[in-house]
Nanobody, 115 residues
Framework: QVQVVESGGGLVQAGGSPRLSCAAS????????MDWFRQAPGKEREFVASISRSGIVQYYADSVKGRFTISRDKTMVYLQMNNLKPEDTAVYYC??????????WGQGTQVTVSP
């Protein structure tokens, strides 16, 4: 059974630098390509960042490029968020994609940025 679990959200002041974490079970972790998405109130879910299974390749949405960094180790994927802005307020979701292209989502973690 696959489980994807995010952690690390909360209330942060503008300019803050929290880090989100995500674990995916059910496979060897290196078998998962990992992504972060977010959904702000009243908006559609949007892509934030992705990292390849090897960890070598990363992609970012233009809105977070230069402020967010995605990384992974043997068991977790991380999203380091720097210089947060109120418009970064959203529920952040972790997505794990297997080698057979099956995708699994976490339940999300709320990040609220106060001005």
């Amino acid at each position: 059974q696959v489980q994807v679990v995010e952690s690390g959200g909360g209330l942060v002041q503008a300019g803050g630098s929290p880090r989100l974490s995500c674990a995916a079970s059910g496979r060897t972790f290196s078998d998962w390509a990992m992504d972060w998405f977010r959904q702000a109130p009243g908006k559609e879910r949007e892509f934030v960042a992705s990292i390849s299974r090897s960890g070598i390749v990363q992609y970012y949405a233009d809105s977070v490029k230069g402020r967010f960094t995605i990384s992974r180790d043997k068991t977790m994927v991380y999203l380091q968020m720097n210089n947060l802005k109120p418009e970064d307020t959203a529920v952040y979701y972790c997505k794990a994609t297997s080698r057979t292209q099956n995708a699994y989502w976490g339940q999300g973690t709320q990040v609220t940025v106060s001005p």
